[in-house]
């Protein structure tokens, strides 16, 4: 019942977030995370989806040296983010995975390219090969806080915000094999795939939260005459040095 808390955002996020993060950030309670970290019902995220050829697709991208570069492509709509494909390949060089990223741009028509902060030498030579091949793409650079990343990541799984085609089975295999470390810190684990996922719904998400800005609440003001009364009465007595277009409201 502490008054400093939203009840609606308190009640909501009891149900959204891990109990871990709940206790932690509620309750000032710390409780080792243990498990999986994605622990989601395959059944529900699992889905063979079509992508209908209008909802606007981005891609996530991990760029590897003796590790993989992945994409990881998505579309978004009101019901959520949808995962529909990916490239990942080991152990090639950057012109064959930036021939893998340009066919998978020019077939879901990629809007945009969230990719690994610490891999722009690689986006910018990718950038070169697509240029040459004419191929149109905006790049933004991922943001890789991971404890955000997971926090955010397992809202959107238990709201049933995030689904995944089995096209991207090297993804739900890592999902399967990521666990939290036994002192309870980050996770251990194959990450490459899920790593492409979070540059693209951390980096979105903290977009449209930057973007948005409520329109102010703008009072109608009455025009009548026991507002002109009142505000005639204050001036005259109290104040008869205001200025007389000051509205007497602003000042109770």
């Not at 977009?207 to 609440?217: D, I, M, T």
């Not at 025009?223 to 002109?228: L, Q, R, V």
Request: with cysteine; net charge neutral; aromatic share 16%.
């Amino acid at each position: 019942w502490n008054p400093a808390f939203d009840r609606q955002r308190f009640k909501k996020d009891m149900e959204m977030m891990r109990p871990e993060d709940f206790a932690f950030y509620y309750l000032g309670v710390y409780t080792k995370p243990e498990g999986l970290v994605f622990n989601y019902d395959r059944d529900v995220v699992v889905k063979d989806l079509k992508w209908d050829g209008q909802s606007v697709c981005y891609a996530g991208a991990d760029f590897g040296v003796g590790d993989p570069t992945v994409l990881e492509v998505a579309f978004i709509n009101s019901t959520g983010i949808h995962f529909i494909d990916e490239y990942y390949k080991q152990d090639a060089d950057l012109e064959v995975h930036a021939k893998g990223f340009a066919d998978l741009v020019e077939k879901y028509k990629i809007k945009k390219i969230y990719y690994d902060p610490s891999g722009l030498v690689y986006q910018k030579q990718i950038d070169k090969y697509f240029k040459d091949w004419g191929i149109k793409v905006e790049w933004i650079r991922g943001e890789n806080d991971n404890t955000m990343g997971v926090e955010t990541l397992v809202k959107l799984f238990r709201q049933g915000k995030i689904t995944i085609s089995p096209k991207c089975y090297r993804m739900l295999d890592e999902d399967m094999g990521y666990i939290w470390r036994k002192d309870g810190t980050l996770p251990d684990g194959n990450d490459h795939a899920i790593t492409a996922r979070k540059y693209l719904v951390l980096t979105f998400s903290n977009q449209l939260k930057r973007e948005y800005r409520p329109a102010p609440k703008v009072e109608a003001k009455a025009k009548n005459w026991i507002e002109e009364h009142f505000k005639g009465l204050y001036d005259k007595v109290m104040n008869p040095k205001v200025k007389p277009d000051l509205d007497w409201r602003d000042i109770f």
